[in-house]
């Protein structure tokens, strides 16, 4: 696969405080906010936040694995939200903002599983991501693309999402 960008899909609570972070990132390529894992056909962001169809939000993140390894880009998810919360990041609740890691192979799910295990020694709580294959994408509707860029003075991005980046040192 030398030479070819590679593609990962996490979920960290909000959608748009995960594509803010990694658009960020040097060697991704591409941020795209979208749902994944759900047992729906194709949904819209309303009925995802109504909890019932199993999707959560998420960012599907295409990198170049010349200049950022998959393990790199896993070490700034750990940082960027508390994988210890099940269905809840800050006052964000739901199943739809779970932690997840959605793997398109099963090299992607080995690391994935390692970096957890990392991960785990910096964190006091039980981490509670789940660690599964990709399942029913669907891309979110386009007012959710580049939300942050397009949106900082909103008060969900100066008071939630600006903070995060300056703590990872991103903004």
Known sequence: MSGE????????????????????IDGVTEVEAGYSNGHTENPTYEEVCNGNTGYAEVAKITFEPQRIKLSEILDTFWLAHDPTTLNRQGADIGTQYRSGIYFISEEQKSIAESSLHL???????????????????????????????????????????TPKLKKLKLE
């Open 5 to 24: 960008n590679e593609t990962i899909v996490l979920g960290a609570g909000c959608f748009w405080c995960v594509e803010a972070v990694f658009e960020r």
């Open 119 to 161: 991960a785990q020694e910096s964190f006091n709580g039980k981490i509670v991501t789940e660690i599964l294959p990709l399942e029913k994408y669907t891309v979110a509707e386009d007012y959710h693309q580049d939300y942050y860029n397009n949106n900082t003075n909103v008060p969900f991005c100066t008071f939630v999402i």
